[in-house]
């Protein structure tokens, strides 16, 4: 009875309003299916933050309801809060603890017996094991935060949150904490994720929601959200140097990139490669190569996000 279970997470109807007037959610509604990897995306400011904030138990909601792991926010919020680990935006430790000690801590909070904490199997699987005994603050920026992910462990989530995890985290580093949330996934662990970087969540995400100004505007498989694209791009070098562009009939734009090489965007809802090339080859135009370029998230990011 697949349909019994609830979603890792379920945000109904969400508003937030801080103190100031500034409607930072409006009426947000997501559902986050257990198991996956799901990326929410959105310009700064369009309430990313907001959402992982309460859903944390860090900023009150002005109204709507949130469940997460099936227990309310609001009714059960020690059951919600147990049900998740964040990794916030910014970086914050003790400087004088040692990544072991903040570990401990940590699973204190959480009320984890001594028996059953985790805290070097977690050093060793973010790859500071060596790390243990040193001061937090002799760490470098990458090993800060993955010190922040082993943190959000301690007490064995079974949602793990990433707000911003790669901001300022050079490509290797980038590239070791997606292994381990790759691992985590596989385990069972849903992992929700706030990125700017749009090719990181087509990469990783099975999913994604984006909002824009406190509203959702999609919540999709990434598969679907990238067939969203309609514009499609031919480029094509002809025979000869010309002066100026051909026109054709299924042609959005054409421009001359260089005396011999036409940039042509279509509508693939309109239009296909087929066409466009016969439309090149019907203005006597001899065609020595073609590259075509499939839309990305940026694509469907822009063309939903920037005001029509
Ligand atoms: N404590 C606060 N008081 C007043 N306004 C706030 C507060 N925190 C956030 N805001 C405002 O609410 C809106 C949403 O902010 P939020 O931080 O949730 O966005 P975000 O999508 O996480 O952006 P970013 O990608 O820059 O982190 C913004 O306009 C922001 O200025």
Redesign the pocket.
């Known amino acids: 009875m697949t349909d019994a279970i609830p979603p890792a997470i379920e945000i109904s109807h969400l508003t937030?309003v801080?103190?100031?007037g500034?409607?930072?959610?409006d009426d947000i509604s997501l559902s986050i299916p257990r198991g996956q990897i799901y990326g929410l995306l959105?310009?700064?400011?369009?309430?990313?933050?907001?959402?992982?904030?309460i859903l944390a138990g860090l900023?009150n909601k002005t109204s709507g309801s949130a469940r997460i792991w099936g227990f309310d926010i609001d009714q059960n919020p020690r059951n919600a809060k147990n049900s998740i680990g964040i990794v916030p935006?910014e970086i914050v430790f003790d400087p004088f603890f040692t990544p072991f000690e903040t570990l401990e801590n940590q699973a204190g909070y959480y009320g984890v017996p001594k028996g059953r904490r985790r805290s070097m199997e977690l050093l060793r699987a973010v790859h500071l094991e060596d790390k243990a005994h040193a001061y937090a603050r002799t760490l470098s920026g990458g090993m800060k935060r993955r010190l922040l992910v082993a943190k959000a462990m301690v007490h064995s989530p079974p949602i793990l949150v990433l707000?911003?995890p790669t901001a300022g985290v050079d490509v290797q580093l980038r590239q070791q904490l997606w292994e381990y949330v790759r691992e985590l996934n596989a385990l069972g662990v849903t992992i929700v994720l706030?990125t700017?970087y749009l090719e990181e969540a087509e990469e990783l995400c099975d999913r994604i929601g984006i909002?824009n100004h406190?509203r959702v505007i999609t919540d999709k498989p990434t598969r679907e959200l990238i067939a969203m694209a309609q514009e499609k791009v031919v480029q094509v070098t002809v025979d000869r140097d010309i002066a100026t562009a051909p026109s054709g009939p299924c042609f959005e734009k054409v421009e001359l990139s260089d005396p011999r090489t036409l940039t042509i965007t279509y509508m693939k809802d309109r239009a296909n490669a087929g066409q466009v090339l016969n439309a090149v080859q019907a203005s006597g135009l001899s065609i020595v190569d073609v590259v075509t370029r499939d839309p990305d998230l940026e694509d469907v990011f822009l063309s939903l996000t920037t005001p029509a």
């Open positions: 937030k801080y103190a100031g500034k409607r930072a959610l959105g310009p700064n400011g369009a309430g990313k933050s907001t959402t992982i904030n900023v935006q707000d911003e706030t700017h909002i406190g």
